[in-house]
């Protein structure tokens, strides 16, 4: 668990993570935030709104999105959503209108903030956003009934969904593939 000071002030409530971690979303601290609880919570949340033919995670499109750019940026496409396992995600037509200006601001905040507690700073580079793109093309491809998306990418690859258990570790083994040392006791949730 963490050290933070307790004289602190924290905005808005918090919630508990998987690990056990009083978390407050809306005032998050680096020391708060954990690999497993990132991995835990992207591995239970379906894509689509759950709108998909059969289960699937955003840990398993994130891992999908980190061997769709560049080695040397498959750390931060691992991460590009990991602020989604603190603020769930928004249907995308909600998510950009006006009204939600301020969670769109609290969720980017998070977002920033997670990618400095793994040593990335500065912008995320631009090839993770073509390869989000890329990735949701296959994902319209195979994880949703056709409806006027004929056009969509081919590649030999077809993506099944993974139970939410596989897909933590796959993040998981993603992550030591990309950055090493994972310890053993990151496994317990196995």
Not at 3 to 8: E, S, T
Not at 28 to 40: G, K, Q, S, T, W
Not at 47 to 72: C, D, I, N, W
Not at 92 to 106: D, G, Q, T, V, W
């Amino acid at each position: 668990m963490s050290n933070i000071k307790q004289n602190i002030v924290r905005e808005g409530g918090w919630m508990q993570t998987y690990s056990g971690i009083k978390f407050y979303p809306l005032s998050p601290v680096a020391e708060e935030i954990e690999l497993m609880d990132i991995a835990h919570a992207l591995s239970n949340i379906c894509r689509f709104t759950g709108h998909t033919r059969e289960f699937y995670s955003v840990a398993q499109h994130s891992t999908l999105v980190s061997r769709l750019v560049p080695k040397e940026v498959a750390i931060w496409a691992l991460f590009h959503d990991a602020s989604d396992a603190y603020m769930s995600r928004l249907p995308e037509p909600l998510e950009h209108l006006p009204e939600f200006s301020f969670y769109r601001f609290a969720k980017d905040e998070l977002q920033r903030l997670i990618y400095e507690k793994f040593g990335l700073y500065g912008i995320a580079p631009r090839s993770i956003e073509e390869a989000d793109l890329k990735a949701l093309e296959i994902e319209k491809r195979d994880l949703f009934k056709s409806i006027g998306w004929e056009g969509v990418l081919r590649s030999e690859a077809i993506i099944r969904g993974q139970n939410p258990i596989l897909a933590c570790h796959s993040f998981m083994v993603r992550f030591n593939e990309l950055n090493g040392g994972i310890k053993e006791t990151d496994y317990e949730h196995f």
